[in-house]
């Protein structure tokens, strides 16, 4: 009995020990990649079976050597006792081409990854450019930035730089000009510098996620010479990651929202010490450089340092004004006043400041560092004469659209609701006659509709055509449907192509035509693709909106490209047709069709994902008009 026990007792022992290899063996961590590689090497007759315990045993921290633990390996018999008869020569040139095999897989791997790099940040590294050449050697030396970071390659060589977020205007601010159109909320620009004097490495952080806390996400620097892609964590102010290039050299890197967290990390390392030091004193001396005042009055910038005064000039349309712009140190500015007043500065130095005066008057703006240093800049005021309402006497027309209750597809929540409230607000206050809204169309009746307006248009009318319901597309032929009630959910002849929708406005006489369709791939529209970039004039100028009246305008606004976009947001309207509405009913002027665009592409895109698209109706006609919304009442 007492033998049954004790073999027993050695059974469970064995089986709790080949357990506990087994979870460290499965588990995705650094030891089972160092398991796996190991098991590679006696697989492929690389190294013998005594090594291979050995190996194993001291990775997995075993108290002594196993040797049993690499039975579960299958060995290639034939391939290992061939190599024990060859010489030390031929095993070391064997292993050699091993590496170099691991080498270019890893190579592959890296071309693979830079492959999969989000085009944002593709088109960012490429047409990314700053005004700012200079080459910065020292933390102190860095503009006050979100992030200030540092790092270290295999080879010794230490890079620094900064990161700022993507809001536009702090952009501008730091002197750099990037496309709104190519950088995503989700990441963060930046700039690093090699310690050579004049290595320049544009860089970008892209967030991936973000779980109690603890945020994570890829980064990737392109340097003239070497790239770098890899990954980062951030907890709190601080984060670490890993970065490798092609040729597998390794860049650690740290980054925080404080310089004196950067600069305990270069101490770490013996051979930045002395540029920890420099750094230091380098910091001390320009904390006694004065304040910065920065001016950004429409596409003009005004900008006082130095302690001394600068004179703006900034117009009062109807005595109303309006001062924006950024008050900055190296550190941080104490007290900032306008025209007397303290204004509370945001966390990028950034400022609004709302104004009313009768007459032209003198303002002045007042920044002060921690250390008593002054700089301020005089703003002239001038007062406009109050201008005449714009008067714009043309015949407006809409076609109305919303489709909710389908046969054949899922029934929808905003689009009936949109259209009446839509229709509503332009008869009410911009006098819109409404000859034709379609709630729950057929294809019949939206194909009637249009023949109807055909016939009604003058050639100095306004027309707004407006389409809510389900969209599809055919993949093959990128061409985009709008789905009436009575479609098929596959396709059919009840589907209305958009090449219709196009070819009939092109026959319109009206001279402005502005369509708005909020479906999915509403964006594949037979459209001009020229990313429309229209300058607008100043919409109080009453010369300027008279001269848009006189051009042909055929455009488009759509809720998205080629996606699928939202049904509705919390209040039974979309994203889209939630802004419109408010837009047309917060307006006691006129704005155009661009600014109506603007607004609603920035409202869409910070509440859904998908991208508002505007562009010129091809081949109708357009001559360079604008949609104008002018408010009756």
């Excluded at 004065?290 to 600068?310: A, G, W």
């Excluded at 919390?570 to 509405?581: E, L, R, T, V, Y």
């Amino acid at each position: 009995m007492k033998r049954f026990l004790a073999t027993f007792l050695l059974f469970g022992i064995l089986l709790s020990n080949q357990h506990a290899w087994s979870s460290w063996i499965t588990k995705k961590s650094d030891t089972s990649e160092k398991v796996a590689s190991i098991e590679k090497e006696y697989a492929d007759g690389l190294i013998s079976k005594s090594e291979c315990n050995k190996q194993k045993s001291k990775v997995l921290k075993l108290n002594k050597i196993s040797e049993t633990i690499c039975d579960n390996v299958k060995v290639k018999v034939a391939q290992s006792s061939w190599i024990k008869k060859k010489s030390k020569e031929e095993v070391k040139k064997e292993k050699l081409n091993y590496i170099e095999k691991k080498e270019k897989e890893t190579k592959k791997e890296f071309v693979k990854k830079k492959k999969n790099l989000s085009k944002s940040i593709k088109k960012w590294i490429t047409k990314k450019k700053t005004k700012d050449k200079r080459h910065y050697n020292s933390i102190a030396q860095l503009p006050k930035s979100d992030y200030y970071f540092t790092a270290v390659d295999g080879s010794g060589s230490t890079f620094i730089g900064y990161f700022i977020s993507t809001d536009y205007e702090l952009l501008k601010k730091y002197e750099i000009e990037v496309d709104k159109d190519l950088v995503k909320e989700s990441e963060i620009v930046g700039q690093v510098f090699q310690d050579d004097g004049k290595t320049q490495c544009p860089a970008l952080l892209e967030k991936k996620g973000d779980k109690q806390g603890v945020i994570r996400g890829d980064i990737y620097i392109k340097c003239p010479i070497k790239e770098y892609i890899g990954s980062w964590t951030q907890t709190g102010s601080q984060g670490f990651g890993n970065a490798f290039s092609s040729e597998k050299t390794r860049l650690q890197f740290n980054f925080s929202k404080s310089r004196n967290d950067v600069y305990t990390y270069l101490s770490k390392n013996k051979k930045n010490k002395k540029l920890v030091l420099k750094d230091k004193k380098s910091d001390e001396i320009k904390d006694s450089i004065c304040p910065e005042i920065k001016l950004v009055d429409n596409k003009q910038v005004f900008t006082s340092s130095d302690c001394k005064t600068k004179v703006a000039k900034v117009q009062a349309k109807d005595g109303n004004f309006s001062l924006m712009g950024f008050a900055t140190d190296n550190e941080e500015v104490q007290r900032f006043s306008v025209d007397g007043r303290p204004i509370k500065l945001k966390s990028d130095g950034s400022f609004k400041y709302n104004g009313k005066t009768n007459s032209s008057k003198d303002v002045y703006l007042v920044a002060t560092d921690k250390f008593g240093k002054i700089t301020e800049m005089k703003v002239s005021i001038e007062v406009l004469a109050p201008s005449k309402k714009f008067v714009n006497n043309k015949k407006y027309y809409a076609l109305v659209i919303g489709n909710s209750e389908y046969k054949h597809w899922d029934n929808l929540v905003s689009p009936v609701n949109d259209a009446e409230v839509i229709a509503t607000v332009l008869k009410e206050k911009y006098n819109f006659e409404i000859p034709i809204l379609l709630k729950n169309a057929d294809k019949a009746s939206i194909e009637e509709a249009f023949f109807k307006m055909n016939k009604i248009l003058t050639e100095d009318d306004y027309l707004l055509i407006y389409y809510a319901g389900h969209g599809d597309k055919n993949p093959s032929i990128q061409k985009a449907y709008w789905i009436p009630t009575n479609a098929g959910s596959s396709f059919d002849r009840n589907w209305i192509s958009t090449s219709f929708v196009t070819e009939m406005i092109g026959t319109f006489k009206a001279k402005h035509v502005l369509l708005m369709v909020d479906s999915c791939y509403s964006g594949l529209l037979k459209s001009s693709n020229s990313n429309l970039t229209e300058v607008d004039g100043d919409t109080s100028d009453n010369v300027f909106l008279t001269k848009l009246l006189n051009r042909k305008t055929r455009l488009f606004i759509s809720s998205g490209s080629d996606e699928p976009v939202l049904d509705s947001s919390d209040d039974k309207h979309s994203w889209f047709a939630k802004k419109f509405i408010e837009l047309l009913k917060s307006n006691n002027n006129t704005f155009t069709s661009r600014e109506l665009y603007i607004k609603i592409d920035r409202y869409v895109q910070s509440n859904a994902s998908q991208r508002p698209k505007y562009d010129v109706i091809k081949e109708t006609g357009h001559n360079e008009g604008r949609f104008l919304f002018t408010s009756r009442n």
